[in-house]
């Protein structure tokens, strides 16, 4: 994989999602999507166990369960989702993330259903939600939050979106990258406001975007830096500019000790 301009790549994986979703909605109904959803048993608070694991000058940590990306391509070969959710959870993290999409990503619905049974910590269903259905669809499956990503959808669907999480009890980590995007996030009234300091449209990541948005966000949202994030140093620039949470991916799983590099990290 070769990394692609961002329009290009965010308006194929739309395309794509929305074609599967269809092929998913055509297998089961809304109807029999929420009955599994509804057996699932409780989501496991992921905001509270970020509020939980944040303190001053050290960030909860959202660690993410990655194999590769369209930016990076292969990001991990000895992958496996269960093992990885341990080792996570042994070296410190709050919560888990967990990429789903197989096109983009090399992911799968079962790394986030084995990953949660492995652990005790809530797990994110890292995807791209285009359907309000696809909410149930991730209750499901075990997660406890969802991704809303404002690049790709517009108000009325996030605030769907956002509707459909808070009716399963579920959170959901609304995802900005610029001021306008920020302003949509506070209007939709999220609790949980994540800046993707990597840039959506060239790939190239600016750990200043977290301090650039952070002020705009409201006091009660519970901040978290996405992306980019590589050394304690880093962690303590996006600490310093107001993130109380960070979410890493690649930089620990380009690791062979993941639990020692996640313990290292937030040392
Ligand atoms: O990671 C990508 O290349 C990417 C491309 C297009 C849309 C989303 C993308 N990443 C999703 C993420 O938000 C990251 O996986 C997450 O923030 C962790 O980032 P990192 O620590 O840099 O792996």
């Not at 166990?49 to 590769?68: C, D, M, V, W, Y």
């Not at 999480?165 to 406001?193: C, N, P």
């Not at 600490?239 to 040392?267: F, H, K, N, W, Y």
Request: glycine share 8%; proline share 5%.
């Amino acid at each position: 994989m070769t990394a692609a301009p961002r329009e290009d790549v965010l308006a194929k994986i739309a395309a794509y999602k929305r074609e599967d979703v269809a092929a998913r909605k055509a297998a089961q109904s809304q109807d029999q999507i929420e009955s599994l959803a509804m057996i699932a048993g409780m989501p496991r608070g992921f905001r509270h166990s970020l509020e939980k694991h944040a303190a001053p000058g050290r960030p909860a940590l959202i660690a993410e369960i990655k194999k590769a990306s369209p930016s990076k391509g292969l990001i991990r070969a000895d992958f496996n989702p269960p093992a990885l959710a341990k080792a996570y959870e042994a070296g410190g993290a709050a919560c888990l993330s967990v990429l789903t999409d197989g096109p983009s990503f090399q992911g799968d619905d079962d790394y986030l259903v084995q990953a949660r049974a492995a652990v005790a910590l809530p797990c994110l269903r890292k995807d791209f939600l285009v359907d309000p259905w696809q909410v149930a669809e991730s209750r499901a499956l075990g997660a406890d939050c969802i991704l809303i990503i404002l690049a790709m959808i517009d108000d009325v669907l996030a605030g769907e979106l956002l509707a459909e999480a808070r009716r399963f009890g579920m959170d959901a980590l609304i995802e900005t990258h610029d001021e306008l995007e920020m302003g949509r996030a506070v209007a939709l009234g999220g609790d949980l406001i994540g800046v993707n300091n990597r840039s959506l449209r060239t790939f190239e990541v600016d750990l200043g975007t977290t301090a650039r948005l952070s002020h705009l966000a409201p006091k009660n949202a519970l901040l978290v830096a996405e992306s980019g994030i590589f050394t304690p140093d880093d962690v303590a620039d996006v600490c310093m500019a107001g993130a109380r949470a960070i979410l890493v991916g690649e930089s620990l799983m380009r690791q062979p000790d993941v639990e020692a590099a996640t313990r290292a990290l937030l040392d």
